[in-house]
């Protein structure tokens, strides 16, 4: 008979510190592999959806910004030149989804068409609507459309991730500085410029997450606009875009 060693002992007493996923048979490696692959390979398909989904919503942005400050488009020209780049990119995701349909250009004469008017009606509702949840008062809401129209858009696309997102403040007069108690800025973005609209919006951040806040802020920048987080009446996110002249 063989003699029962300590360490025969100490296996027996802490068996699960001498086991490793060696020891198990190749076929329940094989199922413990298996489901870890399927795992991150489901991880990393929701997170190709995500940006896939988010992709359309920042090239429109951040296109239209590009065009107004770097190639001196207008406001709305630069808008549509964003508007047909995301068309462009839907098309794009269109033709990869339906890569075997036969008939492409029939296919892709419809879904121009319906992609154009997805995009367009998107564009227009962020152009001439604020819901009252977006915003701190009627009086923001009434000043709206004073906003450069990138900037309404660019609202729109932000609150679709952000339903709680709230306008503080757009438009300005100096008297406004008087009542809120802080010296005039004349080169203030919140004046309406030669453009003929407002080029700044302040967001709340009171109530919500320093994560939040930071992702909201980083997002915006992202899309080409300027973000400054600073504290005037309250602790606010001023978001401008900047005058092309």
């Not at 298996?34 to 296109?63: D, E, H, N």
């Not at 660019?154 to 997102?165: H, W």
């Not at 410029?193 to 992202?222: C, M, P, W």
Request: net charge positive; charged share 20%.
């Amino acid at each position: 008979m063989e003699k029962i060693t300590q360490k025969d002992i100490d296996w027996l007493l802490k068996p699960n510190e001498s086991f490793s996923f060696t020891d198990l048979p190749r076929e329940e490696q094989a199922k413990k592999l298996g489901k870890k692959k399927r795992a991150s390979q489901v991880f990393l398909w929701i997170t190709l959806i995500i940006a896939m989904g988010i992709l359309p919503f920042f090239l429109l942005i951040r296109t239209s910004v590009y065009l107004n400050l770097e190639q001196g488009f207008n406001g709305w020209l630069a808008l549509g030149g964003g508007a047909i780049a995301t068309i462009g990119l839907l098309l794009v995701y269109i033709l990869f989804l339906f890569r075997k349909v036969q008939n492409k250009k029939l296919m892709m004469k419809f879904s121009f068409g319906g992609i154009g008017m997805l995009v367009g009606g998107f564009c227009i509702y962020g152009l001439m609507y604020l819901s009252s949840v977006n915003a701190k008062s009627d009086e923001i809401r009434e000043v709206y459309r004073s906003l450069h129209p990138i900037l309404r858009v660019a609202v729109a696309t932000t609150t679709l991730a952000e339903g709680e997102l709230v306008i503080t403040d757009i438009k300005r007069t100096p008297e406004d500085y008087a009542r809120m108690g802080l010296p005039l800025n004349e080169s203030s973005l919140h004046f309406e410029q030669s453009t003929g609209y407002v080029h700044a919006i302040d967001l709340r951040t009171k109530g919500h997450s320093e994560l939040r806040n930071r992702a909201l802020e980083q997002s915006l920048r992202f899309m080409g606009l300027q973000t400054i987080r600073h504290v005037g009446t309250a602790d606010h996110l001023h978001i401008a875009l900047p005058v092309n002249d």
